[in-house]
């Protein structure tokens, strides 16, 4: 297993502004993922933070919305872009331990973000 | 593309009934894997399914694979109040690069 952290916990932005979420596993992995869950729903994958090179989206997710960092093995961040209040909802970011992006994954707490 | 839709939506039981949730796939899935999502909580790894037909239990929870490798479902025996939450399913066919996770079933346990 892996133990994750997320910061911030939440927060409440204003419109047209961008939030950066950050992301802390404590061990190497090579494989972390970014989901969004909006308020009983279910978990939609954004993108897969991808070591030394860009992002992989997902489709109805762009680079210019949701540019992600991945500087190394253990940290990544997901920043939410010029945001308008269809952007509120929570932000996970997961791990998977083994060697493919379909193995068991190990999620954060979540980011849980309000757009007014 | 893949779908994974899971049955009830919601369910409420008494303290002490049984609980059932089923997923169901679109495709043949190379594994199944359930979480547990607490109210106000993140999504935890509960276990994961590989063989056709496979069947596995937790204590109370009982797991199980279809033969086709396309559905499973989860028995919880005597629920309860610490069983509350949302439960998802998540699978990937063959050839898929992601999961794809279920619609969730949200359980309500009444004391």
């Known amino acids: 297993s892996a133990v994750i952290s997320q910061k911030p916990s939440r927060d409440i932005c204003q419109r047209g502004t961008s939030l950066t979420i950050q992301c802390q596993v404590d061990?190497?992995?090579?494989?972390m993922f970014w989901y969004r869950q909006q308020p009983g729903q279910s978990l939609t994958l954004i993108a897969t933070a991808n070591q030394g090179s860009e992002a992989t989206y997902e489709s109805g997710f762009v680079i210019d919305k949701f540019p992600i960092s991945r500087p190394n093995l253990t940290f990544s961040t997901l920043t939410v872009s010029n945001m308008s209040p269809e952007d509120s909802s929570i932000y996970l970011c997961?791990?998977?331990?083994?060697?493919?992006?379909?193995?068991?994954?190990?999620f954060g707490p979540g980011t849980r973000l309000t757009v007014l | 593309g893949q779908q994974v839709m899971q049955i009830p939506q919601y369910q409420h039981v008494q303290e002490g009934e049984d609980f059932t949730t089923y997923c169901n796939s679109s495709?043949?899935?190379?594994?199944i894997q359930w979480y547990k999502q607490r109210p106000g909580g993140h999504p935890v790894f509960l276990i994961q399914l590989v063989k056709s037909g496979e069947v596995k239990k937790q204590k109370r929870l009982t797991f199980q694979f279809g033969e086709a490798k396309k559905n499973s479902s989860l028995h919880i025996t005597a629920t309860q109040t610490t069983d509350v939450g949302t439960y998802f399913c998540a699978g990937a066919s063959g050839s898929a690069r992601q999961l794809t996770f279920g619609s969730g079933t949200q359980l309500t346990v009444l004391p």
């Open positions: 495709t043949t899935l190379s594994n």
């Open positions: 997961s791990v998977a331990t083994g060697g493919s992006s379909t193995d068991t994954q190990y």
């Open positions: 061990s190497q992995v090579t494989m």
